[in-house]
């Protein structure tokens, strides 16, 4: 499901639309929508990382990749990826057994403290539990 066909919609502050997809700025988090079939790398997340910067500075913040879209990760560009120390909590949201396979498969290369989920309430749940004790 979409974000925007959820209640979480309507506590969205900003909303993005660059050419890999949709982001959704909330308070101390963004739920990304990534466009079918495009193929992630580190070049081309450099808008997502300019938005990051922009919205949350320095600060501690939580990714949520809400998959509802078929696309790839360049595995090779995930030491370069793994150097975001600001982001604390990233949440996968996937709906099928193929989507949680590739979620199991990028855990051997991203280090960031990741969890895979099947609904956006239950991830944005733990993300913001996860921001709240990583601030204490």
Known sequence: MSIKESELYQSVKNHKTIDLGN???????LVAEFNE??????????SVR????E??????FG?????INSYSIVITDA???????SLKAYATVTYSLFAEKVFDVENYF???????FNSLNDAK??????????LN
Request: aromatic fraction near 22%.
């Open 23 to 29: 982001l959704f700025f909330f308070e101390n988090y």
């Open 37 to 46: 079939g495009v193929e992630i790398n580190y070049r081309n997340f450099e």
């Open 50 to 53: 300019e938005l990051i910067r």
């Open 55 to 60: 919205y949350f500075g320095d600060e501690s």
């Open 63 to 67: 990714l949520i990749s809400n998959r």
């Open 79 to 85: 030491p370069l990826f793994n150097q975001c120390q």
């Open 110 to 116: 991203f280090k960031f403290n990741k969890q895979n």
């Open 125 to 134: 749940m733990w993300v913001e539990d996860t921001l709240t004790l990583s």
